[in-house]
Antibody, heavy 119, light 107 residues
Framework: QLQLQESGPGLVKPSETLSLTCTVS??????????WDWMRRPPGKGLEWIGS???????YYNPSLKSRVIISVDTSKNQFSVKLSSVTAADTAVYYC???????????WGQGTMVTVSS | DIQMTQSPSFVSASVGDRVTITCRAS??????LAWYQQKPGKAPKLLIY???SLQSGVPSRFSGSGSGTDFTLTISSLQPEDFATYCC?????????FGQGTKLEIK
């Protein structure tokens, strides 16, 4: 059974870069059927789609974050990652990785990881 | 961006009740809509995709309907495990966007 697990620092200082990795287990990230996405939920707010990556490395980003975000894939490690630069308190959120399927919905999610931006 | 507006934000109901949650898109999205359930500390769970298709393993008491701009999620007979937060997601175009969520509480 496919599982996703986020990992990375839970505390990031303002103006620094947030870096998270999602490890895919129980299946291959190199499947041509899926995209691999990142979302986040700030405290008290709804989910926000950050962006996605295909196993070939092609990416799509939310325009609201595009200038600060990079999503990449490492097929040899069955992982994909997100980097968000110049973070502020507004980037404090639970970050989720997920698999996106043909219906353009997210059928498998990681448990989420809380990232706090604070000095 | 397409804005997704859910109503109500909170609903209080009892086991066995029928509950309907609505989601409105700021522009037409055909049937590109999904519903998710989320419990505290857990990942969201896909319930419905393509507006009315039930995700594998989801109980049949959950159903979705609608197209264009107006959509509904119905739970026909609430069970104790259904008390959670529900949100919609438009899958019509980038950037994908979500509703703010509806918290379903026990009366």
């Amino acid at each position: 059974q496919l599982q996703l697990q986020e990992s990375g620092p839970g505390l990031v200082k303002p103006s620094e870069t947030l870096s998270l990795t999602c490890t895919v287990s129980g299946g291959s990230i190199s499947s041509s059927s899926y995209y691999w996405d990142w979302m986040r939920r700030p405290p008290g707010k709804g989910l926000e789609w950050i962006g996605s990556v295909y196993y070939t490395g092609s990416t799509y980003y939310n325009p609201s974050l595009k200038s600060r975000v990079i999503i990449s894939v490492d097929t040899s490690k069955n992982q994909f990652s997100v980097k968000l630069s110049s973070v502020t308190a507004a980037d404090t959120a639970v970050y989720y990785c997920a698999r996106r399927v043909g219906s353009r919905t997210f059928d498998i999610w990681g448990q989420g990881t809380m990232v706090t931006v604070s000095s | 961006d397409i804005q997704m507006t859910q109503s109500p934000s909170f609903v209080s109901a009892s086991v066995g009740d029928r509950v309907t949650i609505t989601c409105r898109a700021s522009q037409g999205i055909s049937s590109w809509l999904a519903w998710y359930q989320q419990k505290p500390g857990k990942a969201p769970k896909l319930l419905i995709y393509a507006a009315s298709s039930l995700q594998s393993g989801v109980p049949s008491r959950f159903s979705g309907s609608g197209s264009g701009t107006d959509f509904t999620l119905t739970i026909s007979s609430l069970q104790p495990e259904d008390f959670a937060t529900y949100c919609c997601q438009q899958a019509n175009s980038f950037p994908y966007t979500f509703g703010q969520g509806t918290k379903l509480e026990i009366k």
